[in-house]
C-alpha cells in the first residue's frame, strides 16, 4: 500500500519569505501523480499544485513549485513571496494505478507579519 | 466556474440516526468520491463511484455506508445508524474523465457531528 508522510506538523514564515514544506513517500508504482492541497480554517480542500511522476521537470504555479525527487520518492513545496493567506494546513497527497488520494498528515503553515 | 458543492454544511444528529449527505458533482464529472476528516487527522479515502456503480471502498466503508447516485446531478452519502466515531469533516470529490491526469476537486464539506 502506498504512504505519505508530512514530518513537519507545523512552520512558520515571515510574510514575503520563502518556506518549504516536505513531503515524502512510499510506492512499488512507476506511473502516478502527487498533489499538493491548501486547506485554509473554512476546511475547504483547494488545489495548489500538481506533478505527473513520467515528467522530470518540476511543476510551478506563480509562487509555488515543487522540487520532486523521483528515486527518493521526495515531493516538497516551495512557497515564495508569503503572503497571509497563504495560512493554511497543506495536505501532500499521491494517486496511483487506484484513483484514490493517499493523503499525509499535513503541515499546518503560520505566515507572521 | 463549476464547483462542487455538498448540503448540508452542518449536520448534528443523535448516535443511531440516519443521516443523509448530499453532494452536487461537477456536471461534466463522471467519477466520484467521498473522503472524511476527523478532528486534527488527515483526509481519508471512503469510496468511489462510477458508471453508477462503487468501482472502490475502504476498510472504513463498512454496512452502516451507502451511496448512490439517485439522479443526474446528486450523489449522496448515506450512513444507516451512526455512531460516535462517525463526527468527521465528509468531502465529496469528483473527477472528470478516466485518465488519472484530472484533478479531483473538492466540495467544501459537511461537517458532521455525532452526539
Known amino acids: 500500500a502506498q504512504t505519505v508522510t508530512q514530518s513537519q506538523p507545523e512552520m512558520s514564515v515571515q510574510e514575503a519569505e520563502t518556506v518549504t514544506l516536505s513531503c515524502t513517500y512510499d510506492?512499488?508504482?512507476?506511473?502516478?501523480?502527487l498533489f499538493w492541497y491548501k486547506q485554509p480554517p473554512s476546511r475547504q480542500m483547494i488545489l495548489v499544485i500538481r506533478q505527473e511522476a513520467y515528467k522530470q521537470q518540476n511543476a510551478t504555479e506563480n509562487r509555488f513549485s515543487v522540487n520532486f525527487q523521483k528515486a527518493a520518492k521526495s515531493f516538497s513545496l516551495k512557497i515564495s513571496d508569503s503572503q497571509l493567506g497563504d495560512a493554511a494546513m497543506y495536505f501532500c497527497?499521491?494517486?496511483?494505478?487506484?484513483?484514490?488520494?493517499?493523503f499525509g498528515e499535513g503541515t499546518q503553515l503560520t505566515v507572521n507579519p | 466556474e463549476p464547483e462542487v458543492t455538498q448540503t448540508p454544511s452542518h449536520q448534528v444528529t443523535q448516535m443511531g440516526q440516519e443521516v443523509i449527505l448530499r453532494c452536487v458533482p461537477i456536471?461534466?464529472?463522471?467519477?466520484f468520491y467521498w473522503y472524511r476528516q476527523i478532528l486534527g487527522q488527515k483526509v481519508e479515502f471512503l469510496v468511489s463511484f462510477y458508471n453508477n456503480e462503487i468501482s472502490e471502498k475502504s476498510e472504513i466503508f463498512d454496512d452502516q455506508f451507502s451511496v448512490e447516485r439517485p439522479d443526474g446531478s446528486n450523489f449522496t452519502l448515506k450512513i444507516r445508524s451512526t455512531k460516535l466515531e462517525d463526527s468527521a469533516m465528509y468531502f465529496c470529490?469528483?473527477?472528470?474523465?478516466?485518465?488519472?491526469?484530472?484533478?479531483?476537486?473538492f466540495g467544501p464539506g459537511t461537517r458532521l457531528l455525532v452526539l
Open positions: 470529490a469528483s473527477r472528470e474523465t478516466s485518465g488519472r491526469t484530472e484533478t479531483q476537486y
Open positions: 510506492t512499488s508504482e512507476s506511473d502516478y501523480y
Open positions: 456536471s461534466n464529472h463522471l467519477y
Open positions: 497527497a499521491y494517486s496511483g494505478v487506484a484513483s484514490r488520494l493517499t
